[in-house]
């Protein structure tokens, strides 16, 4: 029965845990891409705040701030670097930062989904059966979870679920997907069709796990330096 419970709790949007800040920002002023990104993202996490042109002095600046003054914070750093971009996962509570490749985005802009969502409407969580085997997947899925938890915590969240943010491994990469959770009438009176239907939202994004250290400060304490290996 307890494990039950604490798989729902990791599933669920709506349990129990510490309220945590999102903090987005962007390094890059040239490319437009990890601008409209960043913009999708907020546009999933409304709570969050969004800042442009940090380096990454900065960013590593401000975690060591969080982190003595004992703030529960989640940041997201996109930069663009030799042709390449980058995403910085981190958190103030885990002391643990993250480095994935932004291999492929599609951003809402760029392409036009079906689906649609209310802005505070709770979410529900997804993760591949991986995210529980792999080890250097074990460590990002706390990470993930207190990064989109954070709109359910918020006081403007309503008590509505109708969405669905899904993270799928497939062949060393990491496959982000939203999809919408739309209620179809039952037309036929029989038990056997089915009356719900997903709806993809947006923005999709493919990542491709790099490496992850302890501290907050950068490259020190590795915990695991993962390559691509064609």
Known sequence: MNTSADNLKSVFLFSEMPKNKTFIATSSKRSSKLKKISQDLHNILPDSKISNNITNKDYFYELEYNTLTQKNVSMLFLKYKKKNSYLLISNTFYCLTYQLTLLNACSCEDFRFLGNCQRW???????DEHFNKKPHLIILKPLLIEIFTSKSRNKLSEPVIDNVISF???????????????????????????????????????????????????????????????
Do not use: C, H
């Open 168 to 230: 799928v491994y497939y062949k060393s990469k990491i496959l982000l997907r939203i999809y919408q959770i739309k209620y179809l009438k039952n037309t036929y009176n029989t038990k056997k069709t089915k009356n719900i239907v997903l709806l993809e939202i947006g923005p999709r994004i493919t990542f491709l796990p790099i490496k992850a250290w302890s501290n907050l400060t950068e490259n020190k304490e590795t915990i695991f330096d993962f390559r691509f290996k064609k």
């Open 121 to 127: 409407s709770k979410s529900i969580l997804m993760f």
